[in-house]
Nanobody, 124 residues
Framework: QVQLIESGGGLVQAGGSLRLSCAAS????????MGWFRQAPGKEREFAAT????????YYADSVKGRFTISRDNAKNTVYLQLNSLKPEYTAVYYC?????????????????WGQGTQVTVSS
């Protein structure tokens, strides 16, 4: 019943920006932390960012600090990932994830639900 719908991906030139969105529906609980992960071609899925239910606690992978910003709008049941100063190495499929807890997590096993992913391609 839980469904996560991602949007906002696409092709962008190096140095450009994108804002990814993830809308959640069919939730059993309202106090869910959420996160973003990414998977580059031939690579394993890796953590990017997470945000607590309240939005007061966030955590980023070292590789994206200063470039990515995670936020949420609980009234819309949506989480966002702002991508700035993009480089070609950021090309990947970005996945939204929902956690059955109000607190953040940096591990994929801490999340029970996943979106289909949205492709981000950065050209040089």
């Amino acid at each position: 019943q839980v469904q996560l719908i991602e949007s906002g991906g696409g092709l962008v030139q190096a140095g450009g920006s994108l804002r990814l969105s993830c809308a959640a529906s069919g939730l059993t609980f309202s106090t869910n932390a959420m996160g973003w992960f990414r998977q580059a071609p031939g690579k394993e899925r890796e953590f990017a960012a997470t945000i607590s239910w309240s939005g007061r606690s966030t955590y980023y992978a070292d590789s994206v600090k200063g470039r990515f910003t995670i936020s949420r709008d609980n009234a819309k049941n949506t989480v966002y990932l702002q991508l700035n100063s993009l480089k070609p190495e950021y090309t990947a499929v970005y996945y939204c994830a929902l956690r059955s807890s109000s607190t953040t997590s940096v591990t994929s096993r801490g999340y029970g639900y996943w979106g289909q992913g949205t492709q981000v391609t950065v050209s040089s």
